[in-house]
């Protein structure tokens, strides 16, 4: 008998940033559409708040980063350099700011569409969600996914947790944050073929 799949719950998200991040690596992000996609996350960010000068709630709430102040478990998808989206997840308690991003994930359903998404039929697997963008694009995320529910009834995304923690965590600097005393909240599975291009000092 296969062993029993265990779901993460909102209470998951309900902590730090920089706690839950390295705790999503491993975990299988599902969407139950047809064909189902699903991929293993393999690189995430966190995100602070007002402590956070990398972080879009560092100036307080606005109309684009309310979602962020909302409870744990929400999705905050954003647009950046005008022509890509990035998925993040909102973690803490309403009314106090933080999320993880989704930077790479290793595609394990629905590849073939995942390759139709990003417009690129030869692509190989370990290049069609290393990059926050990618993922986005892969999984046919944009702004109509911004402030979706994951634990929400009509929701059909689930994350499937990874009980098995046979990997090595590294962590660095976060990918494109220019500052003076830069946190080492990039969290990603060691000697992962699937995680970003990215060279950086790391762990």
Same mark, same amino acid.
């Given at each position: 008998?296969? !062993?029993?799949?265990?779901?993460?719950?909102?209470? +998951?998200?309900?902590?730090? !940033?920089?706690?839950?991040?390295?705790? *999503?690596?491993?975990?299988?992000?599902?969407?139950?559409?047809?064909?189902?996609?699903?991929?293993? *996350?393999?690189?995430?960010? %966190?995100?602070?708040? %007002?402590?956070?000068?990398?972080?879009?709630?560092?100036?307080?709430?606005?109309?684009?980063?309310?979602?962020? +102040?909302?409870?744990?478990?929400?999705?905050?998808?954003?647009?950046?350099?005008?022509?890509?989206?990035?998925?993040?997840?909102?973690?803490?308690?309403?009314?106090?700011?933080?999320?993880?991003?989704?930077?790479?994930?290793?595609?394990?359903?629905?590849? %073939?569409?995942?390759?139709?998404?990003?417009?690129?039929?030869?692509?190989?697997?370990?290049?069609? %969600?290393?990059?926050?963008?990618?993922?986005?694009?892969?999984?046919?995320?944009?702004?109509?996914?911004?402030?979706?529910?994951?634990?929400?009834?009509?929701?059909?995304?689930?994350?499937?947790?990874?009980?098995?923690?046979?990997?090595?965590?590294?962590?660095?600097?976060?990918?494109?944050?220019?500052?003076?005393?830069?946190?080492?909240?990039?969290? +990603?599975?060691?000697?992962?073929? +699937?995680?970003?291009?990215?060279?950086?000092?790391?762990?």
């Amino acid at each position: 008998m296969a !062993p029993r799949k265990k779901y993460l719950e909102r209470n +998951f998200f309900n902590n730090e !940033p920089e706690l839950v991040a390295p705790k *999503l690596l491993g975990t299988t992000l599902v969407i139950e559409s047809s064909p189902k996609l699903a991929l293993k *996350l393999v690189e995430v960010e %966190a995100y602070g708040g %007002a402590l956070d000068i990398a972080s879009h709630a560092y100036r307080g709430m606005t109309k684009r980063n309310k979602v962020m +102040f909302g409870p744990p478990g929400f999705l905050y998808v954003y647009f950046t350099y005008g022509m890509h989206w990035c998925a993040n997840i909102t973690c803490l308690k309403e009314g106090v700011p933080g999320a993880v991003l989704l930077r790479a994930g290793m595609p394990t359903e629905g590849i %073939a569409l995942m390759r139709r998404n990003r417009n690129r039929g030869d692509i190989k697997d370990q290049d069609i %969600a290393n990059g926050p963008a990618k993922l986005c694009q892969a999984l046919g995320v944009d702004g109509s996914w911004n402030g979706l529910d994951l634990f929400g009834s009509a929701c059909n995304i689930k994350m499937i947790a990874n009980e098995n923690k046979d990997f090595e965590v590294g962590r660095s600097n976060r990918i494109g944050v220019r500052e003076e005393s830069p946190l080492p909240w990039r969290f +990603f599975i060691k000697n992962n073929m +699937f995680v970003s291009k990215y060279k950086a000092q790391v762990e």
